[in-house]
């Protein structure tokens, strides 16, 4: 299980596997690199929340999902019939892997997602689950798809259904560095 104070430096796209490279604070304080990957068998089983009633969002410590489309402006110029098709293809893929994850969707803009999640590790797999099934997706031609994503864990401010504070700069922070 990976550590909740564990932030992700880098995330390196091999194929349809990903390596993460983390900072990990020991017992003593120092902090060292670590590289993890996460096996196919972690991912929890897909399960659709169509219609079901909106749970009361996380408080307390939680992590944070960021997710957004790389060169979506360009796409949208340049192919909009297709991009029209793989936005709602995206769109589902995301909804799978976070709602698998246990996560739970506060916030949506465009062809962006903010989620939140009890646990990092859930925050983890449900990512690499999401781009494990961006990678295996036959994308329209010209409209293929890649998805930044940051995560960062925190203990933010709930108000009025939705999130305030600094995990939420943070997580906005290593999302524009991706």
């Known amino acids: 299980m990976i550590a909740q104070k564990a932030h992700i430096l ?38 659709d929340r169509a219609g079901s009633k909106p749970r009361p969002l996380l408080s307390g410590t939680v992590t944070f999902l960021f997710t957004d489309i790389e060169g ?62 961006l990678c295996a997706e036959p994308w329209p031609a010209g409209a293929t798809i890649r998805v930044r994503m940051a995560l960062h864990s925190g203990a933010a401010q709930l108000r009025d259904g939705d999130y305030f504070g600094a995990p939420l700069n943070r997580v906005a922070r290593l999302m524009a560095a991706a």
């Open 10 to 47: 880098h995330a390196k796209d091999s194929g349809c596997g990903a390596l993460f490279f983390l900072t990990l604070p020991n017992k003593a304080g120092e902090v060292s690199t670590r590289i993890a990957s996460i096996p196919v068998l972690e991912r929890k089983s897909f399960r």
């Open 72 to 133: 979506s402006t360009r796409l949208w110029e340049t192919r909009a019939d297709a991009m029209r098709v793989a936005l709602a293809r995206h769109d589902t893929l995301l909804e799978r892997a976070i709602n698998a994850g246990d996560g739970q969707i506060f916030k949506r803009g465009g062809d962006s997602f903010c989620a939140v999640f009890r646990r990092a590790s859930d925050a983890l797999i449900a990512a690499l689950a999401a781009q494990r099934a």
